[in-house]
C-alpha cells in the first residue's frame, strides 16, 4: 500500500536492473511500492512495510536497503539492482542461484530475493565470507521456513559447482520448482492481480468485543467515488464458513456485533490509490465496546459467544486406557506440574494476498492457500454457488504453517468481483495479517506421572485446557489429537488424558505445525526429565527404556507392527548425548564467571494425517499423443517440497526419469483434489497416490508392450521404447485409441489411510503412520542475566525412508528455527501485538548448528517405506531447550516463552528452594 501522499506526483528518474526508468508518482511514496507496481518488479517482496522483515532489499547504488523505508525520492538518479536483475546480469548473482538451488536454501521462497540481494552485496566485498560474516550481513533478512543453516551454506558455496541429478526416490536432488524461487520470476499472492484491478479494504472491530451500527454506507461510498461497500447484508449466500463440518461459525462479516479486536463488519472497493487514501477510522460506523474475555478463566464471565456452546465450551477430548488413579498411588515416584504457553503467530513473510475475477457465471480466485478445494467450498457457500462454480488458482504461497488452510482474504475479493463484474485485489498490511490470522492454541496444562522403581512408566494424568479463540477453526482437531499425543512416544499402560476447547474474545486459534501437540510436549518431556533425576537416572536412558517399540500399545490400543521407529531415534544420540554432558561437565567446572552449559533432550511423535477420519488424495497423470508425460499435482507447496518429493515417487513407480515429466500444479479446474497441505500428510497420502498412479499408467504401458514387469521404459518422441529379456518393443502413441480429449494414456489414482474411529475412551487407530523424532540441545545459560545462547542441536528423525534427504534436512532445520521461537522468544498479545519488531521470531543468528541424523526403519503403508515430516520436526525442540536450560542451572521454565526475566526468576526460585 502506497504512503499518503504529502507533496504532488513529480517524475522521478532512476536505473533499475541497467534500465532508465521514469516514474510518475509522489517522491514520499514508498521505493517497493513504487518498484513493484509503477516498474512492475514484482520480484521485490514486501512483508511488513517497516523495515523488520527486509524481504524488500534492493540495492542502491550498490547498498543494501529496504525498499519499503526508502522514499522513492531518495533514489534520483540511482542505480536500483533487484534480485531477478542480479540473477540475470550479474555473474554473482548467477553463481549465488545456483548455490542456493544446490543447497536447498530457498523453501517458499519469500524471503528469497531479501536474502540473495543482501548476500551479493557482501560477496562483492568479501568473496569468501565466514560464517559469522554471512549471519551479519543477512541478519537484516528474516525466514520463517529454512532455519538460515541451508542460507549460510549457500553463500559460503557461492563459488561451488556442480549438484547432484534429477533422480528418483532416494535422489537429494534440487527442488524441481526452485528455479522460479531463486531468479526473482516466482510469483506470490500480492503478484499476479492484472494492471487496473479494483482493490477492497476491510474494516475492521477496535474493540475485543463490541456492539455497532452503520451510518449512511450509500453516501459513504457516493461521497468518495467507491466501486462499492459491502457488509453482511450483500452476502448472497450463507454468511458463515468454517473448515470442520458441524463448526461452521465464522461470518464473513459480523452482525450486529463483533468476537474479536479486528473482526470484520465491512469492506470498501475502489482504485488502488484512492483507497489507500481513505482513513478506516472515519468509516460510518458507531461502536458501542462490550465486556470480553482473553483467556479461558474469564469465559464464563461474559454470554456465550455461540448459542450451542454452553459456558463456550468448543468441545472436548478424552483419551483413556487403563486405570491410571488406580495405578498412580503405587508407583515409586511421582511428578506432577502445571504448565502454559501463548498464541504464537506463523509469522510467514508473505502476508494474505489476492485477486478475483468474474468469468460470465462463474468467478475464478487466485490466492496463496493451503487448501484449494476447502476454500472452493467455502467461497460457494458464502456467494451461494456451485461448488463447480468457483475455481481457485492458487498462487505460490509463501509460507503457511496451518494458517493458510482457513480462508482469510479470499472471501473479500470474491464478493467484490462477483459484483462488480471487475477484477478485485487484496493485500492484508502486517498488521492485519497477525490482528486476525489463526494463531497456534494458547494451552494451560496440568500433569501428572507416576513411575516404578526400575524407571519404567506406570501411570499418566494429564488435563489441557486450550484457548480457542472466538471461532472453531481448527479448535475440534487440536482438542481432539492432543489426548493421543500428551503421552508422548512411551509405553503407558494407565493413561487419562483430557482436554477442552474454550471460546473467548481473540482471533480465533487454529491449525500450526503440530496442532497443540508441541504444547502437551512442553508439559511431558521436562517431567521425565524430573522422573529420571530422582531415580538417579540418566534422562536419555530414562526415555529410551519407555520408548514405544513395534508390538507395542499406544495410549489408544493400537499398535504398529513396524514403523515405531523412536528407540531407534534415542540410539542414535547416544553418542553425541556422551560427548555433550561430559564437555558441559567440563565447561562448568572450570568455570568463573556466571555462564553455565547444559544438554536437553527430548521425544517426539506425530500422527500423520486426519485423526480417524477419511482424507484421500488424487493424482492423475497421462499421455499425449506427442509424448508429453503430465503429471497433475495437486498438493500445495508451501515449502516444504512436494511438488519436488511428490514427481520423484512417481517417477520412480512409472520407470521414467523424473525430467521426461510436465508437472501441472494446483488448480481446482484441471488437477484432482489432493487433500490439504497439513498435518503432514502429503508426502505420505498425496505420496501413496502418486504411486499408484505411476505404477497403473506403467502397467498399461507393459500390457501395450506386451513385456515383462521388470522391462525398463524411455520415450522418444511420439513413442515408448520398453525393453525386457525377450527384446525391445515399440508403442506408437499416436496409433491408440485415445482415453480422453487430452491423453492417449490416462491414469487417475486415490489413496486414503486406514484409520478407525475413536470409541468413548479414544480407543482405536486415529493414523496409520506415526512420525518420531529425539533431539538434543546444547545450551549455556547467563546465570546473572538470564540470556540463553544456543551452541548446537542434534535432531534424529525416523522418516521411514527419505525420498528426498535434502529436502528433509530443509524441513527438520525450519521446523527446529521455529521450536527455538516458541521456547525463547515468541508470544502474540491480542491487541497489543501489531508488527515484527513486537512479535519477535529467530533471526540468522538465533539459530546455531544444526546436525540432522535421518534414520530410515521402513513403513507399512507409506510410498516406499516413506513417512511425513512437517510437524514432529518441531516438536521436541523447545522442550529440550528447556530441559537443557535446567539442567545449565536449575531453573525449571513452566510458562512459555522462556524470555530472559523468566529465566532469571527460575533462577532465583531455585536457588530460594535449596
Known amino acids: 500500500m502506497a504512503l499518503v501522499d504529502v507533496e504532488a506526483d513529480g517524475a522521478v528518474t532512476f536505473h ?99 536474502m540473495m540481494v543482501a548476500a551479493i552485496a557482501l560477496l562483492r566485498e568479501t568473496p569468501e565470507p565466514t560464517e559469522q560474516e554471512v549471519r551479519d550481513a543477512l541478519g537484516g533478512v528474516l525466514c520463517r521456513c529454512t532455519g538460515y543453516r541451508k542460507i549460510i551454506d549457500a553463500v559460503m558455496d557461492a563459488d561451488g559447482t556442480g549438484g547432484v541429478a534429477p533422480g528418483g526416490v532416494g535422489t537429494a536432488m534440487a ?37 455497532f451500527e452503520f451510518g449512511d454506507l450509500e453516501a459513504y461510498r457516493l461521497a468518495h467515488g467507491l466501486d462499492l461497500v459491502m457488509s453482511a447484508s450483500d452476502v448472497p449466500g450463507k454468511n458463515c464458513f468454517g473448515v470442520i463440518p458441524g463448526f461452521e461459525d465464522q461470518p464473513m462479516f459480523a452482525e450486529r456485533e463483533t468476537r474479536f479486536k479486528g473482526e470484520a463488519v465491512a469492506a470498501i472497493v475502489g482504485d488502488a490509490d484512492l483507497v489507500s487514501r481513505l482513513d478506516p477510522a472515519a468509516f460510518p460506523v458507531t461502536w458501542t465496546a462490550l465486556p470480553h474475555a482473553l483467556v479461558p478463566d474469564e469465559a464464563t464471565d461474559v454470554p456465550d459467544l455461540h448459542e450451542s456452546r454452553v459456558g463456550n465450551v468448543m468441545c472436548r477430548g478424552l483419551v483413556k ?19 502454559s504457553t501463548g498464541f504464537i503467530e506463523h509469522g510467514y513473510i508473505e502476508p494474505e494476498a489476492g485477486y478475483a475475477a468474474r468469468c460470465g457465471d462463474r468467478l475464478e480466485v487466485h490466492c496463496c492457500t493451503q487448501a484449494p478445494f476447502m476454500n472452493r467450498d467455502g467461497i460457494a457457500g458464502l456467494l451461494g454457488l ?50 486476525t490470522s489463526t494463531k497456534r492454541h494458547p494451552s494451560r496444562i496440568s500433569m501428572k506421572i507416576g513411575a516404578d522403581a526400575d524407571g519404567r512408566i506406570v501411570a499418566v494424568e494429564f488435563d489441557g485446557t486450550f484457548n480457542t479463540g472466538a471461532y472453531a477453526s481448527w479448535g475440534p482437531t487440536v482438542a481432539n489429537r492432543v489426548p493421543i499425543h500428551a503421552s508422548g512416544p512411551y509405553r503407558t499402560p494407565n493413561y487419562v488424558a483430557r482436554s477442552v476447547g474454550i471460546h473467548t474474545n481473540t482471533a480465533p486459534a487454529g491449525a500450526f505445525r503440530g496442532f497443540g501437540v508441541p504444547q502437551s510436549a512442553l508439559a511431558q518431556e521436562p517431567l521425565y526429565d524430573e522422573l529420571a533425576l530422582k531415580l538417579g537416572m540418566d534422562r536419555l536412558e530414562f526415555r529410551r527404556r519407555n520408548a514405544l517399540q513395534n508390538g507395542d500399545p499406544t495410549v489408544t490400543g493400537q499398535v504398529f507392527n513396524q514403523g515405531m521407529g523412536i528407540a531407534e531415534c534415542f540410539d542414535a544420540l547416544r553418542e553425541h548425548w556422551a560427548r555433550a554432558l561430559a564437555e558441559a561437565e567440563a565447561f562448568n567446572m572450570s568455570a568463573k564467571g556466571a555462564v553455565r552449559r547444559g544438554v536437553g533432550v527430548a521425544g517426539g511423535w506425530y500422527g500423520c494425517g486426519n485423526t480417524s477420519m477419511s482424507n484421500p488424495s488424487t493424482i492423475r497423470a497421462g499421455l499425449t499423443r506427442a509424448g508429453d508425460l503430465v503429471l497433475h499435482q495437486g498438493a500445495i507447496d508451501i515449502g516444504q517440497g512436494s511438488n519436488t518429493v511428490i514427481t520423484q515417487i512417481f517417477a520412480t513407480a512409472l520407470g521414467l526419469p523424473i525430467e521426461a515429466i510436465r508437472l501441472v500444479g494446483p488448480d481446482t479446474d484441471v488437477t484432482p483434489d489432493a487433500g490439504k497441505t497439513s498435518a503432514s500428510r502429503q508426502t505420505f497420502i498425496t505420496g501413496n497416490a502418486a504411486r499408484l498412479c505411476g505404477e497403473a499408467l506403467r502397467a498399461r504401458i507393459l500390457r501395450l508392450g506386451n513385456v515383462s514387469e521388470n522391462a525398463t521404459l524411455e520415450l522418444s518422441g511420439g513413442t515408448i521404447v520398453a525393453r525386457d529379456a525377450a527384446g525391445e518393443r515399440v508403442i506408437d502413441l499416436a496409433a491408440l485409441s485415445p482415453d480422453n480429449d487430452t491423453y492417449v494414456l490416462e491414469a487417475v489414482e486415490s489413496y486414503d489411510p486406514p484409520t478407525s474411529p475413536l470409541d468413548e475412551n479414544g480407543q482405536g487407530d486415529p493414523y496409520a503412520v506415526f512420525g518420531t523424532t529425539a533431539q538434543m540441545v546444547e545450551l549455556e545459560v547467563d546465570t546473572a542475566l538470564g540470556t540463553v545462547k544456543l551452541l548446537r542441536i542434534v535432531a534424529a528423525h525416523d522418516v521411514g525412508k527419505a525420498i528426498n534427504p535434502l529436502l528433509v534436512e ?62 514432529h520436526c518441531l516438536i521436541p525442540t523447545a522442550p529440550a531447550i528447556i530441559n537443557a536450560i535446567t539442567d545449565a542451572c536449575g531453573a525449571r521454565l513452566r510458562h512459555m516463552p522462556a524470555t530472559p526475566d523468566k529465566v532469571l526468576a527460575a533462577i532465583h526460585a531455585a536457588k530460594a528452594a535449596h
Not at 526473482?184 to 475485543?208: K, N, W
Not at 486406557?321 to 504448565?339: L, T
Not at 502474540?828 to 512479535?839: A, S
Open 175 to 211: 527442488r524441481i520448482d526452485g528455479l522460479a524461487k531463486v531468479s526473482g520470476t516466482e510469483r506470490f499472492g500480492d503478484d499476479v492481480a492484472p494492471a487496473g484491478a479494483l482493490v477492497v479494504r476491510v474494516i475492521r472491530s477496535p474493540y475485543h468485543r463490541a456492539a
Open 321 to 339: 486406557r487403563g486405570d491410571p488413579e488406580a495405578a498412580m498411588p503405587g508407583a515409586a515416584v511421582v511428578v506432577e506440574g502445571a504448565f
Open 810 to 871: 530443509g524441513q527438520v532445520h525450519g521446523g527446529v528455527a521455529q521450536g527455538i521461537g516458541l521456547a525463547l522468544m515468541e508470544e502474540f498479545l491480542p491487541g497489543r501485538t501489531e508488527n515484527l519488531h513486537d512479535y519477535l521470531i529467530p533471526t540468522i543468528g538465533d539459530v546455531p548448528e544444526i546436525e540432522t541424523l535421518i534414520l530410515e526403519t521402513g513403513d507399512e503403508h507409506g510410498p516406499y517405506g516413506a513417512k511425513g515430516l512437517g510437524e
Open 16 to 114: 533499475l536492473n541497467g534500465t532508465q526508468v521514469t516514474v510518475t508518482a509522489s517522491p514520499m511514496e514508498r521505493l517497493s511500492h513504487a518498484l513493484r507496481e509503477r516498474a512492475q518488479a514484482k520480484d521485490v517482496k514486501v512483508g511488513c512495510d517497516a523495515g523488520d522483515c527486509g524481504a524488500c532489499t534492493v540495492l542502491v547504488d550498490g547498498l543494501p536497503v529496504c525498499a519499503c523505508t526508502t522514499a522513492l525520492g531518495q533514489v534520483e538518479g540511482a542505480r536500483i539492482e533487484t534480485q531477478a536483475g542480479l540473477v540475470a546480469n550479474d555473474a554473482t548473482g548467477k553463481a549465488l542461484a545456483a548455490a542456493f538451488q544446490r543447497n536447498q536454501a530457498a523453501q517458499c521462497g519469500i524471503c528469497t530475493p531479501g
Open 386 to 435: 456451485a461448488a463447480e462454480d468457483v475455481r481457485i488458482v492458487p498462487t505460490a504461497v509463501g509460507g503457511g504453517f496451518g494458517s493458510k488452510l482457513d480462508l482469510t482474504a479470499q472471501p473479500y475479493v470474491a464478493l467484490a468481483a462477483w459484483l462488480t463484474g471487475k477484477p478485485v485485489r487484496i493485500t492484508y498490511s502486517r498488521g492485519e495479517s497477525i490482528a
